[in-house]
């Protein structure tokens, strides 16, 4: 009643299955060393983060743009050499990139990974609305490079059907070429028109 509509960016609405717990199932699809997996224990990520500079964590997050599962192996979190440049993406300046990195290295990084840590609470809480639907319209936009777009299952949920299913006033979902998970930031004029 309080919502007019809704216009999402690169996550599309999933209803929750009663039966999988959302940090489990990650681990149990992608492995141990998945990025949400990896983030749960409180002050383990944290620290490896610090070993290479929360900065440095930060670009190599932002500048993700593989359209496959993020892996944070212990000892080798990006799967490159440390000492490697990062190569920005077109979309992130250097003086974005430093104050980004400047911000976390003030504040840590905790509260954004606690987003990630709150999954499974979110999914608890969520329970009385498992099979509610969003009767409101909705438009989404993802980008192809994004790696929930190539998650196993997620184009054909988007394009045969379940998302108009679980969101019956879904006007449109779209694709939108040689974008990654930053949409918002990587083509910000072309979201803005939509």
């Known amino acids: 009643d309080r919502v007019k509509a809704l216009f999402n960016l690169s996550v599309p609405f999933i209803p929750y299955d009663p039966r ?4 489990e199932t990650w681990k149990a699809f992608y492995g141990k060393d998945h990025y949400i997996v990896r983030f749960q224990e409180p002050g383990v990520i944290e620290a490896e983060f610090a070993e290479i500079g929360v900065g440095r964590a930060v670009l190599e997050l932002l500048s993700y743009r593989v359209p496959n ?12 050499p440390l000492d490697s440049p990062v190569n920005l993406p077109p979309w992130l300046s250097e003086k974005d990139a430093d104050y980004y990195a400047t911000q976390f290295q003030i504040t840590g990084i905790t509260g954004a990974l606690n987003y ?16 509610s639907q969003i009767k409101v319209p909705v438009k989404f936009a993802m980008g192809d490079l994004d790696l929930v777009y190539t ?9 045969n059907g379940g998302f108009k299913r679980d969101v019956p006033f879904l006007e449109e979902a779209l694709v939108i070429n040689g974008v990654s998970h930053w949409i918002h930031q990587e083509i910000p004029d072309q979201i803005n028109q939509l």
């Open 151 to 159: 998650m196993p299952g997620m184009k054909d949920y988007i394009h």
């Open 69 to 80: 599962p993020l892996y944070l192996p212990k000892g080798n979190l990006f799967g490159h």
């Open 116 to 131: 990630y840590r709150n999954f499974d609470r979110n999914w608890e809480l969520s329970a009385p609305w498992w099979k």
């Open 20 to 23: 999988f717990k959302p940090v």
